[in-house]
């Protein structure tokens, strides 16, 4: 058999005996070539019988998923460190795992569907080893965190993740179509656990006792085991926990609910979130689920996102006339989850929190949603770093794209949007023609809002790095042909290449410009190897880790932040003077080295491209 791309190793990865303790029994030991790592899995509020009526296979399923996810996010890419750019970004495991039902999962189909489902979600070939399990105990599975016993039985199971459009589903679910749900629920952060418990206490409140029942679970990797940050694979992980759930219930559905634009996956910024993109309810992604998961389980298992064909618009719009507007507040679509404080719950630069204030804004309902809780306003907010003004900018310029698609222009120019329409319960042509539709009115949505506030203030009026301002009039004129032209909003800013040397404790700079063994080189020597952490990792820009004002002050021996302030003002005015020396770039140079509030201090990822000299 094939493994794919041979020059790539291939990791080995071995599920180990779980530790005899209440902490070991709740996590998911394994090892990737001898090294261990653990993920911590506890589901919780499911009963004892639900629990008893579980198939083994179940069982099984739950414990490779959790395989998947740890292997997924122990191993890095490679980041643009590597000498081979870019060759570490498909990765192939070797998965030997013991199981309950040797022979179903020995089954050659179900294994090549297994992998061929994980191939196209992740990029990575996962070749899997089942070997029968040995230590078979009475409890059915440790991940479980039992509720008392209750006849309560669910008509759906919905994935709720605390976001807009899973609230909008679950209180249509209820309100319009009179349904008991369960709410699945997963997060790493007790965050996200507190917002999600809190919006089913709502729907609890207004709709009485019997209408919800929350199931959180609990997916974390253990101590310093993360050294990936894209979680490809994390989607299947998410379908499996929601579909072991359904079957417990006796239910064959579990549903997604996400807008259509976020589900086609057609990234509004390539080169910088392409690799965050996630294909979870991509519609062949949730073809591929529902097959697969429908062999595992004898009753058949539908996974489907009944939001497909609605606007994030839509979305708010139906919390509002079911009643809930008031609840808009407490959801959270912040991308940001580990970074979110009391005061900016929403940090305002990611993608998804343009995309919420976009549509609250668009829907006019910005009462429920205070611009206060966004560290950046959408309109007014100053966007200092390079990464935030180019992500707003290319949301808005494809949105204002979309405002002339055709189902031609869709083939011609987003020929991927194919691999959606196969899936889909419509003759092509009447898909595409729908698909259109949505990207129009999700157009519609955005380019009200844009031209409703250059229309009252004239874009020169804004702040010079705001969005209006950065926007202009040009962008107003943007027409459907100009898409195959855009590129150049979506290729990454030029580079600053920076070449260290740790051992001479020097940094040059594009060839030609070097600081040796001062504050400067100092300075910029500890940042690069900051970002060369995060490359190596190989982490979204987004994600590339910052240093501390403290703990950067400590590394370079000062004795106060506001020494570390003057060390870095003075570096940014000795690389500007020395860039305007030799003629280059100056903006660039004041881009260099970025400074995130609260957060700390690093290379602009965007910017800087680190090269390590070896001697």
């Known amino acids: 058999m094939s493994l794919g791309v041979a020059r790539n190793p291939i990791y080995h990865v071995k599920r180990l005996p779980s530790q005899d303790t209440e902490k070991g029994r709740k996590q998911l030991p394994f090892a990737i070539d001898g090294r261990n790592f653990a993920v911590k899995l506890v589901v919780s509020n499911l009963t004892k019988a639900l629990i008893a009526n579980l198939p083994e296979r179940s069982l099984d399923l739950l414990e490779i998923a959790g395989l998947v996810y740890g292997a997924d996010s122990a191993i890095s890419r490679g980041g643009t460190t590597d000498s081979q750019m870019g060759k570490k970004w498909h990765r ?8 309950r039902e040797l022979a179903f999962w020995r089954d050659e189909h179900i294994k090549r569907e297994l992998e061929e489902m994980l191939m196209f979600l992740s990029g990575d070939r996962f070749i899997f080893e089942f070997v029968e399990r040995q230590v078979i105990t009475d409890e059915p599975s440790p991940f479980f965190e039992l509720a008392q016993d209750n006849a309560w039985q669910p008509d759906r199971v919905l994935m709720f993740s605390g976001g807009l459009d899973s609230f909008a589903g679950a209180l249509e679910e209820i309100a319009e179509q009179k349904q008991k749900l369960a709410l699945i629920s997963h997060f790493s952060s007790s965050k996200i656990k507190h917002v999600q418990k809190q919006l089913n206490n709502a729907l609890v409140k207004k709709f009485g006792n019997n209408v919800c029942q929350h199931i959180p679970i609990q997916v974390q990797m253990m101590k310093s085991g993360l050294k990936e940050g894209t979680h490809r694979a994390r989607s299947f992980l998410f379908a499996v926990l929601g579909s072991v759930t359904a079957q417990a219930y006796g239910k064959n559905r579990v549903s997604f609910y996400e807008n259509g634009v976020v589900s086609l996956n057609l990234p509004p910024v390539g080169n910088v979130l392409g690799t965050r993109a996630t294909r979870t309810t991509h519609p062949q992604t949730l073809t591929r689920f529902s097959n697969f998961l429908g062999k595992v389980f004898n009753g058949g298992m539908r996974v489907d996102n009944p939001y497909f064909w609605r606007t994030k618009r839509d979305v708010v719009e139906t919390i509002a ?3 809930m507007a008031s609840e808009i507040s407490q959801t959270r679509s912040c991308a940001d989850v580990h970074h979110q404080i009391t005061q900016y719950p929403h940090c305002g ?9 976009f549509s609250i804004l668009a829907a006019g309902l910005e009462q429920y949603d205070p611009a206060e ?25 494809n949105a204002f794209a979309y405002e002339h698609m055709t189902p031609q222009a869709l083939r011609t120019h987003f020929p991927a949007v194919l691999d959606a329409v196969a899936h889909l319960d419509n003759p092509e042509n009447t898909a595409l023609e729908m698909i259109a ?19 009252k203030t004239p874009p020169n009026s804004y702040p010079e790095t705001s969005l209006p301002r950065l926007y202009g009039d ?14 150049p909003a979506h290729a990454a800013p030029t580079q600053m290449r920076l070449e260290i040397d740790e051992a001479q404790q020097s940094i040059k700079i594009d060839q030609a410009i070097e600081f040796i063994n001062s504050a400067t080189a100092r300075l910029l020597l500890a940042l690069a190897k900051k970002w060369l952490e995060g490359a190596g990792q190989g982490l979204d820009p987004l994600d590339y880790p910052l240093i501390k004002a ?3 002050a400590k590394e370079l021996g000062l004795a106060s932040d506001e020494n570390l302030r003057k060390t870095i003002k003075r570096a940014r005015r000795n690389i500007k003077a020395r860039c305007e020396s030799l003629n280059l770039d100056t903006n ?24 390590k000299l070896s001697h």
């Not at 192939?92 to 199981?99: D, G, H, I, N, T």
């Not at 200092?384 to 900018?393: F, P, Q």
């Not at 040009?474 to 590129?487: G, R, V």
């Open 92 to 99: 192939q495991f070797q998965v030997e795992l013991p199981v």
């Open 321 to 323: 006339r079911l009643g």
């Open 349 to 357: 630069p990611c993608s998804q929190c343009i995309d919420r204030r």
């Open 550 to 552: 403290d703990a950067l």
């Open 474 to 487: 040009a962008t107003l004129q943007l027409s459907l042909p100009e898409i195959a032209n855009l590129a």
């Open 373 to 397: 809780a966004y560290r950046v306003d959408l309109l007014k907010g100053a966007r200092e770093a390079l990464i935030d003004r180019e992500v707003a900018l290319s949301y808005v310029r």
């Open 437 to 455: 539709d949505l990207l129009r009115r999700h157009s519609a949505s955005i380019s009200s809002v844009m031209r409703g506030a250059t229309d």
């Open 588 to 611: 660039k140079s004041a881009e260099l080295i970025e400074n995130i509030p609260w957060q700390g201090y690093r290379l602009n990822p965007l910017i800087a491209d680190v090269r």
